[in-house]
């Protein structure tokens, strides 16, 4: 069964960092592009980040281009989101996803059960 389980989720001050993992079992991790993505409140999932199979290729919404990074370890099957400079707007549960050529075309297979966000003083 392909399990998805994201991980380092808590509490954070303003202007503070916090590192996300996910951790990919039971598929070919390799040849899986990798994303996350995020549900603020009371609203809509909003894409954050995606990195193709191999690492070369990134991709960022505009809003988040120079604070979070997302990089992966094909070796522990794990992809990571680094996220800096955050804001009480970045509150969210975050989820990553996998998708099969998904950062070109937005399909993504597999969903994680999230981990949750607070930005909070």
């Known amino acids: 069964q392909v399990q998805l389980v994201e991980a380092g989720g808590g509490l954070v001050q303003p202007g503070g960092s916090l590192s996300l993992s996910c951790a990919a079992s039971?598929?070919?991790?390799?040849?899986?592009?990798m994303g996350w993505f995020r549900q603020p409140p009371g609203q809509e999932l909003e894409f954050q980040a995606a990195?193709?199979?191999?690492?070369?290729?990134?991709n960022y919404p505009d809003f988040v281009k120079g604070r979070f990074t997302i990089s992966r370890d094909n070796a522990k099957n794990t992809v990571y989101l680094q996220m800096n400079s955050l804001n009480p707007e970045d509150t969210a549960v975050y989820y990553c996803a996998a998708g099969h050529r998904a950062i070109y075309s937005g399909n993504w297979n597999y969903w994680g059960q999230g981990t949750q966000v607070t930005v909070s003083s």
């Open positions: 990195i193709s199979w191999s690492g070369r290729i990134t």
């Open positions: 039971a598929f070919s991790f390799i040849i899986y592009d």
